[in-house]
């Protein structure tokens, strides 16, 4: 009864004299929300950044901790970290909707959001496509279809340009990819990591593991690969120091042939657009004889 | 079974002070967090807010995580004294005992197999209890006279527990499953108010503990002269393990191991009151649930961004309390 009652009151709230719009999200469910948006809370960093890129930033009001790009972003007032999501403060941001990743943001916090009648729109961003997708399906949400539309096809026409670059390329360099230095792991065949090795022409040598595996120097050295890429920052460690405790094993065909490379962290690890920047990235590293490619 | 009016009016007196000290708790649990000011928060608690998205905060939100607090402080500060007496260890407490972490493992296992919440996740979780309740007890027994072994079975029975628990979670593939963190450490904030029947396993184990106080201070003479008083002391002592572990196990799958708070209240209790289980029952009762909704509210305010786990707040204040207890009974 009591329940209901407040549920009435925190309805009313919302209702004002606007009318309502209906989507579905990304994994289909159907969400209803009040128009016109003019208070949103995003619960992931990659979220933030592709709302302020469509355009959206201005009806922002709460975001995650960590998500710090743009500047704007982490001006914002802060609604708990992306796994540890601070419900209380989401509930007094009073949202008209939030903005939630179905496999990093908590499912019993989001249950909680939409049981207290805040609207969440999930996304599931599986490969580049979806995150494309994203980009169309947040314009939409924020009525801002002109430039989501104008970005997401040039997006389209980069990740088909890097496709038929790769077309006529027979080798496929074997490659590890260290995202953190201690201990060392990788990204395995389900990771958005693996995808990006995969579209930029190479072979992942994590691939037949799941998740986020280990590695111990001895299976390393085992598997030999061709490029190793170090994430920046991986275990605290310079740039320097990531190459160094590589360059202990002469024996590995990447030492031998100098093809350690250090990458900016920061472009892989969040399904935003960066990840298209990311992978034209990938691919001049890992084909250097391919022209025209950044 | 209250018997002579000195013991009745100190338990009324008693019962009244730690009750207004847990409406104070309660108040101070709802009337700070994350959001908001106190003076506003204080108009909701009194039914005077004109703010609706408060009221959702306060009702929904902080309400159930104060009452699942006390519910869990309670229970795991009664368990403390049950056991205490039971086992004549002043050290005994279902944590340090390995019973939570038993009933931990069972609750885990029993997410595995995709059991409710009720009846299957509450019997396996029942079922780990008991099975570290007679472990411990059976590696105890075999060393006959010497405290300590009975902690040292708890203490690696407790080890074997968390390690169960770490690699259960590391190799499972279960989405629902809680972060390990929730599990060894303790963790309030998922609770929403579906976990709130709960309430309704432990009070009936409340009050069968407290009908058997009378025996329990004849038990602590000796199990000989209790057993002259007229006392069942097999029975007794049955009724009582299973109705500890049972309540232990009702909440942990709600709160994950909490530790400390089963050895802190009884022990500051026994201090200020005796030894008198009329009045300590319904005393650890009390502050048991006054003392975690405190802990907890630190556990939340006390981070500058985000929470932490609870159980970091009780082992902070139980653990050393723990290790002087330890050397007083070595001197």
């Not at chain 2, 004549?88 to 972490?101: D, F, Q, T, V």
């Not at chain 2, 279960?174 to 450490?185: A, E, G, S």
């Not at chain 2, 289980?277 to 500058?304: F, K, M, Q």
Request: charged residues 15%.
């Amino acid at each position: 009864m009591k329940k209901s009652l407040f549920l009435l009151f925190f309805s009313f709230l919302l209702v004002a004299p606007a009318h309502s719009r209906e989507l579905i999200d990304q994994i289909g469910r159907k969400v209803v929300f009040e128009e016109p948006l003019t208070r949103v809370v995003s619960l992931a960093p990659s979220l933030t950044e592709t709302t302020y890129e469509v355009g959206g930033g201005a009806i922002l009001v709460g975001a995650t901790r960590f998500a710090t790009f743009p500047e704007a972003a982490a001006r914002l007032p802060k609604v708990g970290t992306y796994v540890a999501l601070d419900v209380e403060k989401i509930v007094s941001l009073r949202p008209q909707l939030c903005l939630a990743i179905r496999d990093g943001n908590p499912k019993a916090s989001v249950e909680r959001l939409e049981s207290l009648g805040i609207p969440v729109y999930v996304f599931d961003p599986k490969s580049l496509e979806d995150v494309v997708d994203t980009v169309s399906r947040l314009g939409d949400i924020y009525r801002t279809e002109t430039t989501s539309s104008a970005l997401a096809s040039s997006y389209y026409q980069r990740l088909n340009r890097v496709a038929q670059q790769l077309e006529g390329v027979k080798e496929r360099p074997r490659v590890f990819f260290q995202i953190d230095a201690q201990p060392i792991i990788s990204a395995g065949g389900n990771t958005f990591l693996n995808q990006l090795l995969v579209r930029s022409g190479s072979v992942n040598l994590a691939a037949d593991r799941t998740g986020y595996p280990r590695y111990s120097w001895e299976e390393l050295l085992g598997l030999m690969p061709d490029v190793v890429l170090l994430a920046s920052m991986g275990g605290g460690y310079s740039d320097q120091e990531l190459r160094d405790r590589w360059e202990a094993w002469p024996q590995i065909p990447a030492v031998n042939n100098h093809r350690l490379y250090v990458v900016d962290a920061d472009l892989f690890d969040r399904p935003s657009p960066r990840l298209i920047d990311a992978l034209e990235h990938l691919v001049g590293l890992l084909h250097p004889k391919l022209t025209g490619v950044q | 079974m209250l018997g002579y009016s000195p013991v009745y009016k100190k338990l009324i007196t008693v019962t009244l002070f730690l009750f207004s000290v847990l409406i104070v708790s309660v108040m101070l649990g709802l009337t700070i967090g994350s959001s908001g000011n106190f003076a506003d928060a204080w108009k909701v608690v009194l039914g005077q807010g004109q703010d609706a998205t408060l009221e959702v905060i306060i009702w929904q939100l902080r309400w159930p995580r104060v009452v699942l607090a006390a519910t869990v402080g309670a229970t795991l500060s009664l368990g403390g004294l049950v056991f205490q007496a039971l086992l004549r260890n002043p050290l005994a407490e279902p944590y340090i005992l390995g019973i939570s972490g038993g009933s931990a493992v069972g609750a885990i296992l029993g997410i595995l197999a995709g059991f409710s919440l009720f009846p299957g996740l509450t019997l396996s979780s029942f079922v780990g209890s008991l099975m570290v309740l007679s472990l411990v007890l059976l590696l105890s027994n075999r060393r006959e006279g010497h405290s300590d072994s009975l902690l040292l079975a708890g203490v690696m029975v407790n080890a074997f527990c968390g390690a169960i628990i770490m690699f259960l979670i590391s190799v499972s593939k279960t989405v629902q499953m809680q972060k390990i963190i929730f599990w060894l450490m303790g963790d309030l904030s998922a609770v929403g108010t579906d976990s709130l029947p709960l309430l309704l396993g432990v009070l009936p184990c409340f009050l069968v503990i407290f009908l058997l106080a009378q025996p329990l201070n004849l038990l602590l003479t000796g199990r000989e002269s209790a057993s002259a008083m007229g006392v069942n002391v097999a029975a007794v002592t049955l009724v009582l393990l299973l109705t500890a572990s049972l309540m232990v196990s009702l909440t942990v799958c709600h709160s994950g191991l909490i530790g400390f708070v089963g050895l802190t209240i009884p022990h500051i209790l026994r201090l200020a009151l005796g030894s008198d289980h009329r009045i300590l029952i319904p005393a650890c009762v009390l502050t048991g649930a006054s003392y975690l909704i405190l802990c907890d509210l630190l556990a939340r305010s006390l981070p500058s961004q985000g929470e932490m786990s609870v159980g970091i707040v009780t082992a902070l204040v139980g653990a050393p309390l723990f290790i002087g207890l330890l050397w007083r009974s070595r001197q």
